[in-house]
Nanobody, 124 residues
Framework: QVQLVESGGGLVQAGGSLRLSCAASGRPFNNYYMGWFRQAPGKEREFVAAISWNWASTYYADSVKGRFTISRDDAKNTVGLQIYSLKPEDTAVYYC?????????????????WGKGTLVTVSS
C-alpha cells in the first residue's frame, strides 16, 4: 500500500522556523516529482513547492520564495520542507504529494499520491 505521511506540524510563533517531513512508503519514489501543497482555513488548496526526481530543479510559489526550502532523500524515501520566518498567513494544513508529471504537480491536478496533511499554526 502506497502511503505519504507528513509530520512536523505544530504551533509556532511568527518569525519562527519549522521543518516538515513526508515519509513515502509502498514503492520507490525516486522517479517521481515530489511536492508540497497547503490549504488555509476557508481557502483552496495551493501549490507551495516541488522538487524533481534527481534534485535538478526546485520550484516555489511566489508567496514562499526565499522562506521555504524543499529537499528530498531518495535513499530514505523522504521529502522535507524547511520553513523560515513564519507568518500568520502560513497557517494551513500542509500536504505532501507525488506525481510523475511536474505540470500536474504544480497545478495540483492528476496527482498520483497525496498525504493526509499536517497542521501548521502560526501565532502572531
Amino acid at each position: 500500500q502506497v502511503q505519504l505521511v507528513e509530520s512536523g506540524g505544530g504551533l509556532v510563533q511568527a518569525g519562527g522556523s519549522l521543518r516538515l517531513s513526508c515519509a513515502a512508503s509502498g514503492r520507490p519514489f525516486n522517479n517521481y516529482y515530489m511536492g508540497w501543497f497547503r490549504q488555509a482555513p476557508g481557502k483552496e488548496r495551493e501549490f507551495v513547492a516541488a522538487i524533481s526526481w534527481n534534485w535538478a530543479s526546485t520550484y516555489y510559489a511566489d508567496s514562499v520564495k526565499g522562506r521555504f526550502t524543499i529537499s528530498r532523500d531518495d535513499a530514505k524515501n523522504t521529502v522535507g520542507l524547511q520553513i523560515y520566518s513564519l507568518k500568520p498567513e502560513d497557517t494551513a494544513v500542509y500536504y505532501c504529494a507525488a506525481s510523475t508529471s511536474l505540470q500536474s504537480l504544480r497545478i495540483g491536478a492528476n496527482i498520483n499520491y497525496w498525504g493526509k496533511g499536517t497542521l501548521v499554526t502560526v501565532s502572531s
